[in-house]
C-alpha cells in the first residue's frame, strides 16, 4: 500500500479536474469555429406517458436536495410515491432509457407495477450529502440530539421536501407516501418522527435500525467485515466514485480478510482512516450511547410515547434477509404496544432475501415456493395499503394487522398480531449428537435422535467439545468466499438458503440432529438459543444454526435429498455475555450460560425430515474472527493474540444446552 501511494504521489498530473478540457468557460476557444455541443440538450419527450421534472428543494439551513419527479401524462389529483436515497436518485428513476415509466422504474427501488398501475407520481430524491443534493453526508445520520446536535436529520429533511412537494407538484391531491428498501427503508423510519401532515402513509421495507445489535454492522457484538467495501464506497465520496472502488489482490475474499489479519489493519491498508464513519466504528465496538442512541426502534418508541403515532406503517420484513434481518421486527416489537387502536402498524413477513419483494419471487436459491410471493405480496397488501390512505376515493382496507408466510408448507397466513414473545418448548442439545424435547437425565426419551455415529456402549460425557482455530475460521458459505453484491455471476442474495452440508461434516462444528419427524412441528416467532459453554480461551464466539434437513431423497426434486435448509441463524460474541456496553473476559474453562435470540422464524418440519442444530465459534469472513484472547479491541487484535481454543457445549442435567422454540399447534 505504502509503495501504491509512492507511485501515485510521482504522477505528474496536478491539473485541477475541473479545469481539464477547457481553458476558461465562459468563453469559447475558438469563436470563429464554434462547438457542436449545445449549451444544455433539452430531450424531445413529447411521445412519452410521463413528465419528468428535476429540482432543488430548499431546506430549513439553506441546503438544497436534488429530486426527480415522474408525473403520469394527464395525472390529476394523484397522491405521491417518495423514496428518499443515498444511491442516486437519477440511477432509480431511469432503469432504462425509454418513453414509458414502467421500463423506467423497472429495478430498485421501485415497485413498479403498484406504481404504474396506481397512476402514482413518483419522487425520488438524494438525500443530504449525496449525489445531485447539497450538504454533508453522514450515514444514517441520527435524529436531532446526542449524537446529532445540529438542527437537522432525516425527519427534519423529509418534512421540508414533502412540504415542497404537495405546495409545486400541480397534478397531486396532497397526499404523500413513503417507502423504500434497505438505506431507502430505515428513512421512512425517520419520516415518522414529527411528520409532516401530508404524510398519510408509510412502507419500510428491511429496514436499517440498530447497526449494532442485528442489522448492517455488528451481530451480537460481532463485526461483519464484508460490509467494509460499502463502508469505503458508500461514505468515501459524494456520488460512489468509480475512481474510488474498493481493492483487493485476491480472488477469494477468506484469503483477503485472512491476510489483513484484523479489521482495523485490513481498513488501514486501504486507508479508511480518512472516513468518518470508519473512525465512529472503531472508536465504539460496544453497544455504548453512540449505538442506543440511534436505534431506531428506540427512537420511535420514545417519540411515540410522547406524540402518538400519526402515520401508519406498513413493515416489511424478508424471513431470509442476508442484511437486515433485525430491524422490521424490533420496531414492531417496540412500537406495537403504543398502537391502541390496533390501526397504525402492521407488519408482513415474506420468504425473501432483501429487497426480493419487490421482484420476482418465486423461489430463492434452491428453495421454490410454489407461486411468486413477491407479486402476491405487492397486489394483495401493498397497492391495496397504500391505495386506501392516498387515492380521494380512499378504498376500504382489508389488509390484516400482520400477513406472514409459513415455509416449509409455502402458504400465506393472517394474524392478529406477531409473537413478539411467545412461549417456548426447549428442544435440548442431548449425549451422541442427538436432539430431544425431554430434558437430559428425564424418563422417556421420544423424539430423541440415535445419531450413527454415536459410539456404543461408551460412557456418555456431560460435554460436547471442539478445538476452534483462528488460522483456519470456518466459512460462513462454500469457498471461494465471494463479495457481497447482486450483480452476476455473485449469489450473496441467497446465502442464508445455502446448504449447510459442508460445515456439518467439520471437526470444529457440532452437529445435532433428531429422529426423523413422524408429525409436524411448527414454530412462529423467534427461537432462542440457550447454551451452556466453556472455552479454555478468554473470549469466544457462539454460532448457532437451527436447520430442517430434508429427507434422504425427495422423488420430485432429486437435488433437495438430503438438504440442509438454515431456518434461523445467528452469532454472538462472549465477551457480552453479562452487559453489550461492557464487555469482560470470560473466564477460561468455566461453562457459563449464553442466552440470545435467533432471527424470526414461521416455519413447518415436516414429517419424514429431520430437526438440526449446529454450533461453531466462527463465521468468517462475513464475520471477523475472534482471537480468542481478551483484548480491548479486536479490530485491533495482533497476530499473537489469535490462539486456538477448547470448546465445550455442556447437556448435563442441571447445566443443558437447548434451542426454545416457540412451537404451536399446526393448522
Do not use: C
Amino acid at each position: 500500500m505504502h509503495s501504491l501511494r509512492a507511485a501515485v504521489a510521482t504522477m505528474l498530473f496536478f491539473v485541477p479536474l475541473a479545469t481539464i478540457g477547457q481553458s476558461n468557460p465562459s468563453q469559447p476557444l475558438y469563436p470563429n469555429y464554434p462547438s457542436e455541443t449545445p449549451k444544455e440538450l433539452v430531450p424531445a419527450t413529447a411521445t412519452f406517458d410521463y413528465t419528468r421534472r428535476e429540482a432543488m428543494i430548499p431546506m430549513r439551513d439553506g441546503v438544497r436536495l436534488h429530486v426527480v419527479i415522474l408525473v403520469p401524462k394527464g395525472a390529476h389529483n394523484a397522491p405521491i410515491l417518495l423514496t428518499r436515497t443515498p444511491y442516486n436518485a437519477i440511477d432509480q428513476t431511469t432503469h432504462l432509457s425509454s418513453a414509458h415509466l414502467g421500463p423506467s422504474l423497472y429495478g430498485y427501488d421501485n415497485a413498479t407495477d403498484v406504481i404504474v398501475e396506481g397512476g402514482y407520481i413518483r419522487v425520488v430524491e438524494d438525500i443530504r450529502g449525496k449525489y445531485g443534493s447539497e450538504g454533508d453526508y453522514v450515514m444514517n445520520r441520527p435524529i436531532h440530539g446526542p449524537q446529532n446536535p445540529t438542527p437537522v436529520d432525516e425527519a427534519t429533511d423529509t418534512y421540508d421536501t414533502i412540504d415542497w412537494l404537495v405546495k409545486n407538484i400541480p397534478e397531486t391531491n396532497g397526499k404523500v407516501g413513503i417507502l423504500g428498501i434497505s438505506y431507502d427503508g430505515f428513512l421512512p423510519l425517520m419520516a415518522l418522527v414529527h411528520p409532516h401532515p401530508a404524510l398519510k402513509v408509510a412502507v419500510p421495507m428491511n429496514p436499517m435500525v440498530d447497526g449494532w445489535m442485528g442489522d448492517d454492522w455488528f451481530h451480537n457484538g460481532a463485526f461483519r467485515e464484508q460490509n467494509m467495501p460499502y463502508i469505503y464506497e458508500q461514505a468515501g465520496t459524494r456520488d460512489n466514485d468509480m475512481r474510488f472502488k474498493w481493492w483487493t489482490a485476491n480472488f477469494d475474499d477468506y484469503d483477503l480478510y485472512m491476510r489483513a489479519g484484523s479489521a482495523g489493519e485490513l481498513g488501514r491498508e486501504h486507508g479508511m482512516e480518512q472516513i468518518g464513519f470508519w473512525r465512529k466504528v472503531l472508536d465504539h465496538p460496544a453497544y455504548d450511547s453512540f449505538w442506543s442512541d440511534q436505534a431506531v426502534d428506540k427512537v420511535l418508541a420514545d417519540d411515540f410515547k410522547q406524540e402518538g403515532i400519526k402515520v401508519p406503517m406498513l413493515l416489511v420484513h424478508s424471513l431470509w434477509d442476508q442484511e437486515d434481518i433485525y430491524g422490521a421486527p424490533a420496531v414492531y416489537k417496540a412500537v406495537k404496544p403504543l398502537d391502541t387502536g390496533n390501526d397504525k402498524v402492521f407488519m408482513i413477513l415474506g420468504p425473501w432475501h432483501h429487497g426480493q419483494e419487490i421482484e420476482d419471487a418465486a423461489s430463492l436459491g434452491a428453495i421454490r415456493f410454489g407461486s411468486d410471493t413477491g407479486t402476491w405480496f405487492r397486489q394483495n397488501v401493498l397497492r391495496p395499503f397504500l391505495d386506501h390512505y392516498l387515492k380521494d376515493d380512499a378504498p376500504p382496507l382489508h389488509v390484516a394487522p400482520v400477513t406472514v408466510y409459513e415455509t416449509g408448507m409455502n402458504r400465506w397466513q393472517t394474524l392478529p398480531s406477531w409473537p413478539t414473545a411467545p412461549s417456548t418448548k426447549p428442544l435440548y442439545l442431548q449425549a451422541g449428537f442427538r436432539l430431544s424435547f425431554a430434558a437430559p437425565g428425564t424418563e422417556g426419551t421420544s423424539g430423541a435422535a440415535t445419531d450413527s455415529a454415536a459410539v456404543k456402549g461408551s460412557e456418555p460425557k456431560d460435554f460436547d467439545e471442539y478445538i476452534s482455530d483462528p488460522a483456519h475460521p470456518v466459512p460462513f458459505r462454500a469457498r471461494p468466499s465471494q463479495p457481497i453484491g447482486y450483480d452476476f455471476p455473485l449469489t450473496w442474495p441467497q446465502w442464508l438458503v445455502d446448504d449447510q452440508r459442508e460445515d456439518s461434516g467439520r471437526p470444529d462444528v457440532l452437529t445435532y440432529t433428531s429422529d426423523v419427524l413422524s408429525a409436524p412441528v411448527h414454530i412462529l416467532g423467534q427461537p432462542i438459543a440457550q447454551l451452556v459453554a466453556s472455552t479454555s480461551g478468554t473470549d469466544s464466539d457462539w454460532v448457532v444454526k437451527l436447520i430442517d434437513v430434508y429427507p434422504d431423497q425427495v422423488a420430485d426434486h432429486p437435488e433437495m435429498g438430503g438438504y440442509q435448509l438454515a431456518i434461523a441463524m445467528d452469532i454472538f460474541r462472549g465477551r457480552y455475555r453479562e452487559s453489550f456496553s461492557t464487555p469482560e473476559a470470560i473466564e477460561p474453562n468455566k461453562p457459563l450460560a449464553y442466552r440470545f435470540a435467533l432471527p424470526p422464524a414461521n416455519h413447518v418440519f415436516l414429517p419424514g425430515h429431520r430437526i438440526m442444530v449446529q454450533i461453531q465459534s466462527s463465521w468468517f469472513p462475513l464475520y471477523d474472527r475472534n482471537p480468542q484472547t481478551y483484548v480491548p479491541s479486536i479490530f485491533w487484535a495482533k497476530p499473537e493474540d489469535y490462539k486456538r481454543a477448547m470448546q465445550r457445549i455442556y447437556h448435563a442435567p442441571g447445566e443443558a444446552s437447548s434451542i426454545e422454540l416457540p412451537v404451536v399447534a399446526t393448522e
